[in-house]
């Protein structure tokens, strides 16, 4: 069942996000997939984090944290973020640059998911990139959407 269970989730294609949050000096980013728009009224974001990671105490303390919706060819920032650590990549004002879009968002409600947690966000502001394609995960692996030219 679990085995089945990953292999049905790996044929879901998501785009990919950075969330990200800051309590004082500490500042910290993941790379999360497992990301959805909740609700329009009020501007509701979910996103499934696991319990043990770092960004998770810091998103508590602050109240806040921000989502970055990575575009193609950020593969790299993904990967950095995910724990595998690359050359240049960093935050600016906890955003990611050149990201397609940025949430700036004010917690919600943090819900027990098993070895997740559910963390809802309102979203207080948005900041758009410029447009284009988005970075895209699937099948275990980044992939790259068709694009009108
Ligand atoms: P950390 O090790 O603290 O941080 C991860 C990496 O980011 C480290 O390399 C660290 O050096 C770097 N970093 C952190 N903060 C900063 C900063 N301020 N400036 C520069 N670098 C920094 N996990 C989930 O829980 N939910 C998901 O939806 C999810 N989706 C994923 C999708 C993909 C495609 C991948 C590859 C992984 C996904 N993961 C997801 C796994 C998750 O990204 C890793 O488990 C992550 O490393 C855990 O974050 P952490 O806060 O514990 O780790």
């Known amino acids: 069942m679990r ?9 879901f294609a998501a785009g990919v996000t950075v969330v990200s949050a800051r309590h004082g000096e500490e500042e910290r980013g993941m790379t999360a997939t497992a990301f959805m728009s909740l609700s329009l009224e009020p501007p509701l974001v979910a996103l499934g984090v696991w319990e043990g990671a770092k960004v998770l105490p ?3 303390r602050s ?7 990575l575009r193609e060819g950020q593969e790299a920032v993904s990967q950095h973020f995910a724990g595998r ?7 600016v004002e906890g955003t990611v640059p050149g990201a397609l879009a940025v949430l700036r968002c ?8 098993g070895d997740h947690r559910l963390v809802v ?4 502001a948005v900041e758009l990139g410029e447009p284009g394609p988005p970075l895209i995960y699937f099948a ?9 030219s």
């Open 3 to 11: 085995e089945a269970f990953k292999e049905a989730m790996s044929r």
């Open 58 to 60: 810091v998103l508590e």
């Open 63 to 69: 109240g806040a944290f921000t989502v970055s919706l």
């Open 85 to 91: 650590p690359q050359e240049g990549v960093f935050l």
């Open 106 to 113: 004010r917690l919600e409600a943090l819900y027990p998911a």
């Open 121 to 124: 966000g309102r979203v207080e």
């Open 140 to 148: 275990r692996g980044y992939r790259r959407l068709v694009w009108p």
